[in-house]
């Protein structure tokens, strides 16, 4: 291919006309100077304020720095309005006129102050960044104006107040945005579609109410109640309100007090927090990862490192292709976060980010485990009950929990009963009875087993296979399995897994090694191929001992491939198929 090489001498250099340059070229050539302060205003509200929902975030972040319990938002998307009311401590007149000034915040107070975030809001942008895009009108009554009787009217247009009146009003404030975007017409046309605008401001809500259980909400769209939430104790009282088709009793809790480790990694006297809220895998579980949450100190944040630690953590406790419900809060020390990372503060720096990791992944071991700590609260107290009155019998046992040393509490025992159609395991517990599938109870056995100990034995006699395709040969290889050339077509296993050794199927179990996946499928189709069949008959000893192996599993709901393990059958809701708290007196027609 021949290339034209045009030459440019000096005179015709010097004869170019500047208009043939393009236009953006010559802005280039501009000298440098200071920006206006209302263009430097502009960009600094377009990165903070980009949407519907990010005005929803910043009000709502305002009324719970105030302390408010109560939260109600109404929403005009087609008018671009939104109002945000909250019973919080409210403003005085002077704070009013104060608080859309440029980065004005009662937050900080000085640099050092920006390593002990304690707020949700710190930098004072939010209702500055709101009165250059919008029209703002905030209304308020501070606590400290009680014995005047009266509160305060705002009125902002263009940046400037305009407006300055006595209001009645009760303690706390509402904060109207109006007209948002009316001076970036480019931004409303980019903005997603309503429906899908209002899904974000849902997503919003439900993150903040997760990390602060406590509040009331109540969302009126086009004066037409939305979304309301009840405050609760914690987050697994406000998960089933905002996930469909989640119920309380899919969830587990657990909360933790952990020791701060300080910038050397070194344990300190400062106690941390943690509370993981987690779907039960054999009852809950999402198509895609959008409930995995991380809460960082009262507001839910991007982590990639927790977040992938969770993940690993529920591996082969669900079908594939499917994703865990889990939100983890962690509350700890502000010298271990740097929140100044991202304009809506969504990504943080985290001290001793390994630290934290270990501690997640072995809050969700224990929080899958099977024991009386594990069950819902209010089936707490009737299994207490139940150990105890057994305890005479000796037929159970029950540890109680020291004051002053804290003991792991013993596993629920399971007492062999029966067996049903030499498939399913009927076993007494303290609180019902439960059915327990002995195939994938082993399975969850075996695997587990396989992946603290994966061994390879030699054979005395290697096995011949042919008619293998050098990515079987590949597979193989790369599972540890020894493996050489025997002739044409042939070759020799000369080293297996120590578990497939026994087994009369041997040369099927490698074959089906051979067809791909990594050590953990390896590890998965070892365990199911050496398991104990459905159809084999168990005598009570060898049940019981499967029971016993089974419940002290690391994640005992649900086999490798995510298949329910057990079905509960409580006490309680025996006692209600059977009426047997109905009034004998009543029963019979008296």
């Not at 802005?27 to 377009?46: D, F, H, K």
């Not at 029950?398 to 009963?417: G, M, P, Q, T």
């Not at 049903?420 to 002995?438: C, D, F, K, M, S």
Request: aromatic share 6%.
């Amino acid at each position: 291919m021949s290339v034209n090489k045009t030459c440019f001498s000096e005179d015709s250099l010097k004869s170019w006309n500047v208009s043939t340059i393009a236009p953006h070229r010559l802005l280039m050539s501009s000298p440098i100077q200071s920006l206006p302060r209302e263009v430097i205003n502009l960009i600094a509200a377009g990165e903070v304020i980009d949407s519907l929902a990010a005005v929803v975030r910043e009000l709502v972040e305002n009324s719970l720095d105030a302390g408010a319990t109560s939260i109600y938002i109404s929403l005009w998307p087609d008018l671009w309005r939104v109002q945000v009311a909250d019973n919080g401590r409210g403003m005085t007149l002077r704070d009013l006129k104060f608080c859309a000034e440029p980065h004005s915040t009662s937050k900080i107070h000085s640099s050092e102050d920006l390593y002990r975030i304690s707020s949700l809001g710190f930098r004072g942008e939010a209702l500055h960044s709101l009165t250059q895009v919008a029209d703002l009108e905030i209304l308020s009554r501070s606590v400290e104006d009680i014995e005047e009787g009266v509160g305060w009217r705002i009125v902002y247009r263009k940046g400037k107040i305009i407006k300055e009146e006595p209001v009645a009003i009760a303690t706390g404030t509402i904060v109207t945005v109006s007209n948002l975007f009316a001076k970036l017409p480019l931004r409303r046309k980019s903005l997603p579609s309503t429906s899908k605008q209002l899904k974000a401001v849902q997503e919003i809500i439900g993150e903040i109410a997760l990390c602060h259980p406590q509040v009331t909400w109540q969302v009126r769209q086009k004066e037409q109640l939305w979304l309301q939430i009840s405050p609760g104790t914690s987050a697994d009282r406000i998960l089933p309100q905002i996930v469909n088709r989640l119920r309380q009793s899919d969830l587990q809790l657990l909360k933790l007090d952990l020791k701060t480790p300080n910038e050397e990694n070194i344990e300190t006297v400062e106690k941390s927090k943690m509370e993981l809220t987690i779907g039960l895998p054999d009852r809950c579980h999402r198509r895609r990862a959008d409930w995995i949450k991380v809460g960082i100190n009262g507001r839910v944040v991007r982590s990639p490192e927790i977040e992938q630690t969770i993940i690993s953590a529920f591996a082969k406790t669900l079908p594939r292709d499917r994703y865990p419900v889990c939100f983890v809060h962690l509350q700890t020390s502000p010298c271990q976060i740097d929140w100044n990372r991202h304009p809506a503060k969504a990504k943080i720096y985290l001290h001793s980010i390994k630290y934290w990791q270990e501690q997640v992944a072995l809050a969700i071991e224990r929080a899958l485990r099977i024991s009386p700590a594990n069950l819902p609260a209010a089936e707490n107290q009737r299994v207490g009950k139940l150990l105890k009155a057994s305890e005479e019998k000796g037929t159970y046992s029950i540890k109680e929990r020291s004051k002053n040393k804290k003991e792991e509490i013993s596993l629920i025992d399971l007492r062999a009963v029966a067996q049903v159609r030499n498939t399913y395991i009927v076993a007494e517990h303290p609180t019902g009875l439960w059915l327990i599938e002995q195939h994938i109870a082993h399975e969850r056995i075996l695997y587990e087993q396989l992946q603290d100990d994966w061994k390879l034995v030699a054979l005395e006699t290697p096995i011949i296979l042919s008619q293998l395709r050098s990515a079987q040969l590949e597979q193989l290889q790369r599972l540890g399995i020894e493996i050489e050339n025997f002739g044409e077509q042939l070759w020799a296993v000369r080293a297996i897994p120590e578990m497939l050794q026994q087994r009369d199927d041997l040369t099927d179990a490698i074959i089906e090694l051979s067809w791909g996946g990594d050590l953990q499928e390896a590890q998965v189709a070892t365990a199911c191929r050496s398991a104990i069949r459905n159809g084999t008959p168990l005598n009570l000893s060898q049940m019981q001992t499967l029971l016993d192996r089974w419940k002290s599993t690391r994640n005992p709901s649900t086999c490798p491939h995510g298949r329910p393990i057990y079905l509960s059958l409580e006490e309680t809701a025996l006692s209600r198929f059977f009426r047997r708290n109905w009034v004998i007196g009543k029963s019979h027609g008296i």
